[in-house]
């Protein structure tokens, strides 16, 4: 059971809009920033989103965050076959001391 | 090129002892905090442990404290983690990853490929 909650699936067709949400508590999500990471199959995370809403050099725009209260989301506009991967959203948490991630997303592009 | 190679994975019997290794290159290594993650093959991920730059200062998750020993030597650009009274439940790709530098909680921006480690009798 992971520390913050995602739905185990999401769902969408091509060029269409789709949210991951992520769930936790005033401990982590809710006083803390979230990051996102996307690992395709047989492959390493990425960073997606860092700081709720930020995104490293080289990520487009398509893939955007934000935060309210204890819960995150990831969303990802214009959707591609490449874009289905699972999906990850990470943070600390303070009561824990520890690093916690979501149990993951898999986006699949129909 | 910035990059993490791990390496030292394998397969060992319950019990046992194994140390991971993370290579660093391609960036100032002893600048940054670092961590270890891992992943059950098909599962989610699972952070492990986190090691500020100058290694005065570690934390680990509940489920391998006092068991997995997290280290840094910045004169080599290495992470090491090291894995004791190994169980059959810390069976998983073990990755390392940078934190990153811009992030104002802890964000991994750099991964390793990863190293399998099989606890199995």
């Known amino acids: 059971q992971s520390v913050l909650t995602q739905p185990p699936s999401v769902s969408a067709a091509p060029g269409q809009r789709v949210t991951i949400s992520c769930s936790g508590n005033?401990?982590?999500?809710?006083?803390?920033?979230v990051s996102w990471y996307q690992q395709l199959p047989g492959t390493a995370p990425k960073l997606l989103i860092y700081?709720?809403?930020k995104r490293p050099s080289g990520i487009p725009d398509r893939f955007f965050g934000y935060k309210s209260g204890t819960s995150a989301t990831l969303g990802i506009t214009g959707l591609q076959t490449g874009d289905e991967a699972d999906y990850y959203c990470?943070?600390?948490?303070?009561?824990?001391?520890?690093?916690?991630f979501g149990g993951g997303t898999r986006l699949t592009v129909l | 090129e910035v990059q993490l190679v791990e390496s030292g994975g394998g397969l060992v019997q319950p019990g046992g002892s194994l140390r991971l290794s993370c290579a660093a290159s391609?960036?100032?290594?002893?600048?940054?905090?670092m961590h270890w993650v891992r992943q059950v093959p098909g599962k989610g991920l699972a952070w492990v442990s986190r090691?500020?730059?100058?290694?005065?200062?570690?934390n680990y998750a509940a489920s391998v404290k006092g068991r997995f020993t997290i280290s840094r030597d910045n004169a080599k650009n290495t992470l090491y983690l090291e894995l004791n009274s190994l169980r059959a439940e810390d069976t998983a790709i073990y990755y390392c990853?940078?934190?990153?530098?811009?992030?104002?909680?802890?964000?991994?921006?750099?991964w390793g490929q990863g190293t399998m480690v099989t606890v199995s009798s």
């Open positions: 990853a940078r934190d990153s530098p811009t992030s104002g909680t802890d964000a991994f921006d750099i």
């Open positions: 391609g960036f100032a290594f002893s600048s940054h905090w």
């Open positions: 090691i500020n730059s100058y290694g005065s200062s570690t």
């Open positions: 005033n401990f982590n999500v809710g006083n803390n920033y």
């Open positions: 700081d709720n809403d």
């Open positions: 990470g943070t600390w948490d303070n009561s824990l001391s520890a690093g916690v």
